[in-house]
């Protein structure tokens, strides 16, 4: 059994919930640490050509953000 603190949803989950919140074609997908919390950053493109981030925690999949990018970093 997994410990509690090493708990996560996978990649492809967080693909699923970014895209049931920004519809599009999912560009890159990363993992980050932000103020000491795992969080996966989805990269979506949108059918009007935006690119917009979507941030969720990786640990319990609540989205934490959803931003247009101006730059693809």
Do not use: C, W
Not at 22 to 31: A, C, F, N, S, Y
Not at 35 to 55: C, H, K
């Amino acid at each position: 059994m997994t410990p509690v603190y090493r708990q996560r949803i996978t990649k492809e989950q967080a693909q699923e919930i970014a895209l049931s919140h920004v519809p599009g074609e999912i560009l890159h997908v990363d993992m980050d640490l932000e103020n000491g919390v795992l969080v996966y950053e989805v990269f979506i493109l949108t059918q009007d050509n935006r690119i917009i981030e979507v941030e969720i925690l990786a640990k319990s999949g609540r989205v934490l953000k959803i931003e247009q990018e101006n730059d693809f970093d």
